[in-house]
């Protein structure tokens, strides 16, 4: 049974920092895409960032690019989203995912986590 648990979500003020972190079991996360989503209120689920099966290197939707890094401790079998310069339209559930190739399309991935909540205020 593959299980992904975030953790690391919380309340804190535009132009902070938090990391999210993605533990799996069950599942092997050097052998597969790993990415992370989030969900606004009243919005679709968006793709955030992703890192590749191959190689591990990673990709990331526009709007975070230069501020969130994703990265992969694979001796933990864990995922992180490390996440600067936050400001208020980051603010949604984020949620972590795996699947083989990855990719920027939910049908990319076929585990995913529970989420963590992460409001950032004004």
């Known amino acids: 049974q593959v299980q992904l648990v975030e953790s690391g979500g919380g309340l804190v003020q535009a132009g902070g920092s938090l990391r999210l972190s993605c533990a799996a079991s069950?599942?092997?996360?050097?052998?597969?895409?790993m990415g992370w989503f989030r969900q606004a209120p009243g919005k679709e689920r968006d793709f955030v960032a992703g890192?590749?099966?191959?190689?591990?290197?990673?990709y990331y939707t526009d709007a975070v690019k230069g501020r969130f890094t994703i990265s992969r401790d694979n001796a933990e079998n864990t995922v992180y989203l490390q996440m600067n310069s936050l400001q208020p339209e980051d603010t949604g559930v984020y949620y972590c995912?795996?699947?083989?190739?990855?990719?920027?399309?939910?049908?990319?991935?076929?585990?995913w986590g529970q989420g963590t909540q992460v409001t950032v205020s004004s």
């Open positions: 995912a795996s699947g083989y190739s990855g990719g920027y399309y939910q049908p990319d991935y076929d585990y």
């Open positions: 069950g599942r092997i996360i050097s052998y597969y895409a």
């Open positions: 890192i590749r099966r191959s190689g591990g290197s990673s």
